[in-house]
Structures are given as structure tokens and as C-alpha cells.
């Protein structure tokens, strides 16, 4: 939902706003990373067919965005909040006080959209592990955003999904195919990060569930062709059976024997 707080920007302007923080943070060897929607709109620049699924997700033919998510490694908490405080954003002193650990929170300088900045992990129902310091984790594997595969996770995680983040996942399994680099969906490091975690692994896979029947509900409105429809559904079987394929730990076959009989999933609150 867009805060209504802010001014939002058009996608072009949003688009090169975004990819100018992250440019000039790598200029001072700062790593900052791209996450969520944007990431998936990134992929798709130059690709109509998927920019015209990534654009179903919106209400308006013309959105705008007021909020654009970045990740980072705690170990450069200092240097980053040097980096923005010298762009001229403005932080939220109570919040980055209170959570700095975690996130931090900036304004545009004229109010244009909030900045989240994640450190180490996408927190949300579940935990997306992305490192923990440079040269080291994987924020340093793609750039200017989090990998196809980890933005996937990052979507797969969400334990109340709605269409909106479904059809990020439609574009991105168009867009890539399921192999195991970093430039596709890695489905090997899909399926070793879920067969940690039996919670993570169930809404994974429902999830994915979802996907093919809201597909398949786009397909029969003619809102994507049959062979649009055919590309998704044969890359989501195959993460499906590379995830089943994958040995589980212990801890995942222990947690599966209580199911879902007690909660699986964090609560995930604005600031959590």
C-alpha cells in the first residue's frame, strides 16, 4: 500500500532515483541492495512481455512509489548512515534509535518516498539469511539488487500472500529460468533454505500452489497468453521438484510432525 504520507514519484524517475543511491553507495564500498517489487521491475526492463504482467500488480495505469526497500550489512551500519546523512535524507531518529540493529529508516529530502534499509536478513514471516559482511555474504553476488533466487525467497516467505506478490512471482519465474547460478532461480539454494526450516518450506510450497491456480485464472481472462502460462507453470514444477528432491535436515522433519498445530510463522507488524 502506498504511504500517504509522501509524494511518490513516477516508475522511470522512482526507477533511477533507486539505482543512483545504490551506484553511489558502491562508489564508496558500501554494499546496498535493492529488494522487493522494484527488484522484479528491474529484471523486466527489457522484457515487454514481462513488464506487462509486472504492471497488472497495480491499480492505476500510472503508480506511483513512495517507498523503496535497500539492504545492507550491519557491519557498514556507521558508513551508511554517513552515506545517506551526505545525500540529505532526513532519519527517523526514534525508529533508527530504537531498531538500528535492524533497519534503518530515511525521508527523501523532498518527500518524495521513505527508505527502509534491512541489515543481514529479510525479516518478515520468515528469515531470508543474505550475510553478514562484505565479501562474504550474498548481497555481493548480483548487483544492483538481491538475486533472482533470493527474490524469490523473499516473496515465497510471506505466510498471508496476496495477488500482488503473486504476480511478482509470475514475472520473475517468466523471466528466469530455474537453473543453479546467481543469475538464474537458483533452485538448489531455493530448496537447501527451505529443507532448514519446515514453516518456511510450508508456505513456500502453498505458495507456489497459489501461483499456478491464480495463473491459470489470468490465463482463462486473457490477461497472459498459453505460452506465457506454459513458461511459468514448467519453471514453478521444476523448483518444486528440486525442493522435494532435497534431503531435509532434522530439525525440519522433527517440526513437521507438529505441522501446523502450533504457529509455523512470525507476525509480521510494521515494525517488527
Known sequence: MQNPHFIGLGEDEFIKEALNIVSKAKEKNIVLRIVGSLTIRLYAENNEIAKAIYKKRFEKPEQTFADL???GYRKQRGDIEKFFTGLQYQPD???NRLFGDRRLIFYHPTGHFSLDIFFNKLEFSHNVMLGEKPGEGRLDLCFPSITPADT????LQINQINKKDIIDLMTIFFLKEIGSDEYSINGPHVARTLSKDWGF???ATNNLDKLRHIAGDMLRN??????????ILERVDKLLQIIEKEPKTDGWIKRSRTGTKKPWYTE???IS
Do not use: A, F, P, Q
Open 93 to 95: 531518529r526514534m525508529i
Open 222 to 231: 486473457n490477461d497472459i497468453s498459453e505460452s506465457t502460462y506454459s513458461t
Open 201 to 203: 518450506w510450508y508456505d
Open 268 to 270: 509480521v507488524s510494521d
Open 152 to 155: 524469490v525467497l523473499g516473496k
Open 69 to 71: 526497500d535497500l539492504i
